[in-house]
C-alpha cells in the first residue's frame, strides 16, 4: 500500500521511471439523477473517481467493489466497462519511491446499498452534474475516463 503522497505523470519528460505494474479498477458511480460521484484525495487534493489496487486473491470486480466500497461507503454493481488505460506516459509516484504504471480498469457502476462516507483516503465525497466537473482541480487521466463514460460507445475505450 502506498504511503501519504502521490504525484502523477503524464507526458512528463522529468516524471522517474516506473518500478512496478500493478492492475486496478477505477468506478464511475452514478445516482438517479446521472450525477457521478468524486472523491478529493487526501494524498493530493485532487478530485478523483474511486478506485485502487488489485491484491492478490482478488478479481478485478472483488477489487472495484472493494475500493469503492472502502473509499465511499457505497456497495455497488458494475453495469459496463467504460475503458481498459494502460498508457505508459501514464505514471504515478508514491511518498515511498514506488513508481507505477498505470493498468486500470474502468467500470460505470450503480449503487446497491451501503452509506456515503468520507474515508481516510479523501477528505470531500460529492455526487456532481457531468457539466460542473469541467472546473475541478483533477489529474487528466481521470477527465479521460469521464469523457470516455459521456461518450457512451457500445464498446470499451482501449489506451
Given at each position: ?97 514506488e ?15 451501503g ?25 487528466s ?19
Amino acid at each position: 500500500m502506498p504511503t501519504s503522497r502521490r504525484v502523477n505523470h503524464f507526458d512528463d519528460p522529468a516524471a522517474p521511471s516506473p518500478n512496478s505494474l500493478v492492475p486496478a479498477a477505477s468506478a464511475i458511480v452514478t445516482n438517479a439523477q446521472g450525477e457521478i460521484l468524486l472523491h478529493r484525495r487526501s494524498d493530493n487534493d485532487l478530485w478523483a473517481l474511486p478506485g485502487g489496487a488489485m491484491e492478490l486473491g482478488e478479481s478485478i470486480l472483488q477489487t472495484l467493489r472493494r475500493e469503492v466500497r472502502e473509499e465511499t461507503g457505497l456497495d455497488v454493481e458494475p453495469l459496463r466497462v467504460v475503458g481498459i488505460y494502460t498508457d505508459p506516459r501514464y505514471v504515478v509516484e508514491y511518498s515511498n519511491h514506488e513508481v507505477r504504471q498505470q493498468f486500470s480498469i474502468c467500470f460505470h457502476c450503480r449503487v446497491v446499498g451501503g452509506e456515503l462516507h468520507v474515508s481516510s483516503e479523501s477528505t470531500e465525497l460529492k455526487f456532481m452534474p457531468s457539466d460542473s466537473i469541467d472546473d475541478l482541480a483533477m489529474h487528466s487521466s481521470n477527465r479521460l475516463r469521464i469523457q470516455h463514460y459521456l461518450a457512451n460507445h457500445s464498446q470499451p475505450f482501449v489506451t
